[in-house]
């Protein structure tokens, strides 16, 4: 009995122990990792950019997450393709440059702001949603709760009607 006992403890101690590994490994990935990768000779051939954005001003009865969104709870919808965005290569070259830092302590989201972009497969590449109840402007990042950076809204700053631009920049002090 007391053999068993100790078998089950041991067992207990490595999984907890093999678990908080991969999550500390997990965080120092995220730290290190791009978000995706944009040379200067890379075309982007392919490459689609779809946004949904619903006013912050919108009352809704729950929290929205992204699925919400891309069913329909949007005021705004617009998929931009890999023509318009080589004119804001720019843009792109900062965002592939931002390094993650992962938020320890998340807040819910309340999704108004989500935008992915995706492959010429239509495979989903980079996403992020945005803004909930978090003072410190917190976004989710290819799902990971991640500290913000000006750069996730300048990346979208072109493709968004000046009413959205404005509802942004009065939230976040832009």
Known sequence: MKLRKTIVLIFTM????TSAFFIINRRNNMNSKKIFQLSEQERLDGLSLTIYY??????TFRALDVDD????????????NDKSLEEHIDLLKRLSDVKLIPVEQGAPLNARLYYVFKNEKGNEIFSVAMWGWDENANMFVNRNEVKGDKIFYEVIFPFLPEDAIQDIQLIYGE
Do not use: A, I, M
């Open 54 to 59: 619903l006013s912050p001003w919108n009352f």
């Open 69 to 80: 969104l891309v069913d329909g709870w949007f005021d705004y919808h617009v998929v931009v």
């Open 14 to 17: 490595l999984t907890l122990f």
